[in-house]
């Protein structure tokens, strides 16, 4: 069997965090694939989503965001990001539309491989000429395309769709019809309930939570949620419990009718500077 009429390859999204790379990896898919919050480096490890349409199969790898590593966590999420940029048919950059450019944006764009697109993502909320002044410094890296788009509201991201796949070289589909991500169900558990966790916490603890699905049975799960320091313990669990339960309301709307999840609070002290920590939450 040949594919020389189908066109399927790899596609990693990169950026500085907060730019809105997993909202995007969710609007071309059409399907939440990828938890969201704006708390920076929510995404921690290569998410994959997959486009599947008549003669093409794309596979988009949503990668944390590229930043000044201040922990060993912070340097494998770089190392994550990189990675997925040495073996893709595409590499698509990602920069907001509605903050000034920095360092961290040109450290991306420098390291982003020849033939890359830039998309200019949130211009809804962002001037035209803001918008206008953003596309004109970015032509200086000579990129192949650029697409002034947004990720949110949906304008721009058909039109992005379709160069990516006109993008891709002739080969064979890497997943069955249907399928949207690899990643597992338990694994997908454990990020619903970091991301709600994400969204109820007004402390400065995004990263040093950390969560772990460890038991799943036919209507029972049991989900760890991992801490740096018995101070946060408490932080977590709220009064009398007030933030896990507004935590498992959050997530069991994800879940099957009648699913039990039980939620744990450990303390893995300095975990995101520990080895045998980050090799055991898979990151």
Known sequence: ?????????????????????????????????????????????????IISGDGYQVVLVDTPGIHKPRSRLGARLNNTATDAMSDVDLAVVVVDASASMGPGDERVLASAPPGSFIVLNKVDRASKSAIMDRLLRLSSYNMEEYFPISAKTLEGVDELREAIVAKMPSGPPYYPPGVVSDTTETEWIAELVREALLEILREELPHSLATMVTEVEESYIRCEIFVERDSQKGIVVGHRGSNLKEVGILVRKSLPPKMYLELVVKVAKDWQSQNRYLDEFGL
């Not at 969201?36 to 995404?43: E, G, I, R």
């Open 1 to 49: 069997m040949t594919f020389d009429d189908y066109r399927s390859g790899f596609v990693a999204i990169i950026g500085r965090p907060n730019v809105g790379k997993s909202t995007l990896i969710n609007s071309l898919v059409g399907k939440k694939i990828s938890i969201v919050s704006t708390k920076p480096n929510t995404t921690r490890t290569a998410i994959r989503g």
